[in-house]
Antibody
Framework: QVQLQESGPGLVKPSETLSLTCTVS????????WSWIRQTPGRGLEWIGYIFYSGSTDYDPSLKSRVTISVDTSKNQFSLKMTSVTDADTAVYYC??????????????WGQGTLVTVSS | DIQMTQSPSSLSASVGDRVSITCRAS??????LNWYQQKPGQAPILLIY???SLQSGVPSRFSGSGSGTNFTLTISSLQPEDFATYYC?????????FGRGTKLEIK
């Protein structure tokens, strides 16, 4: 059974870089696409971007200038970096696998989520 | 971006009730629509994909319907564990977008 686990600092200072890692167990990262999604009370669930195991990526246009998603197949991990954070980036961050079948895709499963607070 | 609008935003119901939640897309998304359930402090879990396909392991009391811009999630007979928040999500194009959720509460 595939499981995902987010890790990284829970507190980031404004203007600094948020860095999170998602470790995948029970499945090889050398398949599917892998996404980052965040959730806030004010804006709800927001898709940040995804990476395919080959390294190709796609990002939400509103975040694209600040976000990089990368993959480390040797560690079965993928990572999120978001630069120049503000308090608007305070959120619970989830990693998720993108399942696909016959052209349809969805997020399943998700990691448990990690709260990142942007504050000085 | 495609906007997803859910209604109602909250709903009170009793165990055994049949409930329906609707999701409307700002443009046609064919049947590229998924439904998730989220309980407090937990991550969302997938219930329905491609508008009407039940994810493996999800009870058959959950069903989805619709295409184009209008979609419905139906729970045929509410169980105590079904009280949660439900989200729709379009996978028609990127950026993928979610509805704001429907909170299902015990009456």
């Amino acid at each position: 059974q595939v499981q995902l686990q987010e890790s990284g600092p829970g507190l980031v200072k404004p203007s600094e870089t948020l860095s999170l890692t998602c470790t995948v167990s029970g499945d090889s990262i050398n398949s599917y696409s892998w996404s980052w999604i965040r959730q806030t009370p004010g804006r709800g669930l927001e898709w940040i971007g995804y990476i395919f195991y080959s390294g190709s990526t796609d990002y939400d246009p509103s975040l694209k200038s600040r976000v990089t998603i990368s993959v480390d197949t040797s560690k079965n991990q993928f990572s999120l970096k978001m630069t120049s954070v503000t308090d608007a980036d305070t959120a619970v961050y989830y990693c998720a696998r993108e399942g696909r079948n016959s052209g349809y895709d969805w997020f399943d499963p998700w990691g448990q989520g990690t709260l990142v607070t942007v504050s000085s | 971006d495609i906007q997803m609008t859910q209604s109602p935003s909250s709903l009170s119901a009793s165990v055994g009730d049949r409930v329906s939640i609707t999701c409307r897309a700002s443009q046609s998304i064919s049947n590229y629509l998924n439904w998730y359930q989220q309980k407090p402090g937990q991550a969302p879990i997938l219930l329905i994909y491609a508008a009407s396909s039940l994810q493996s392991g999800v009870p058959s009391r959950f069903s989805g319907s619709g295409s184009g811009t209008n979609f419905t999630l139906t729970i045929s007979s509410l169980q105590p564990e079904d009280f949660a928040t439900y989200y729709c999500q379009q996978s028609y194009n990127t950026p993928s977008t979610f509805g704001r959720g429907t909170k299902l509460e015990i009456k």
